[in-house]
């Protein structure tokens, strides 16, 4: 199956049935996703049809705002079964590409 690619954040209870299917309950929780203010963040889901595999997000930082200062945050979730599918490194690919081309329109 093809993965499509979306630049918004799913709901919170979607979130957390991901972090939990893949094996990272106790280390994260769905509001690790919902923290900080969503104009400070950019964020890419994963899907299989209609099923979320994956979310990524980062979160600017530093005074450049270019997401790699002090505060910034890279976190992503992919399920298991498509880890091997690379969309670990797609997610982050698409967030970085982003964040570029909107540090350029700036």
């Not at 799913?10 to 769905?30: C, M, N, Y």
């Not at 005074?63 to 790699?68: F, L, T």
């Amino acid at each position: 199956m093809k993965i499509a690619f979306d630049n918004a954040l799913p709901d919170k209870a979607k979130v957390a049935t991901l972090i939990e299917a893949s094996g990272l309950e106790g280390h994260w929780d769905a509001g690790r996703f919902f923290d900080t203010y969503p104009e400070k963040c950019r964020f890419v889901s994963a899907y299989d049809r209609d099923e979320l595999v994956g979310v990524g997000r980062l979160v600017d930082g530093g005074e450049a705002g270019d997401g790699e200062g002090a505060n910034g945050r890279l976190d992503i979730v992919v399920l298991p079964d498509y880890r091997n599918r690379d969309i670990v490194g797609t997610i982050f690919k698409l967030l970085k590409n982003r964040r570029t081309s909107l540090v350029k329109q700036a």
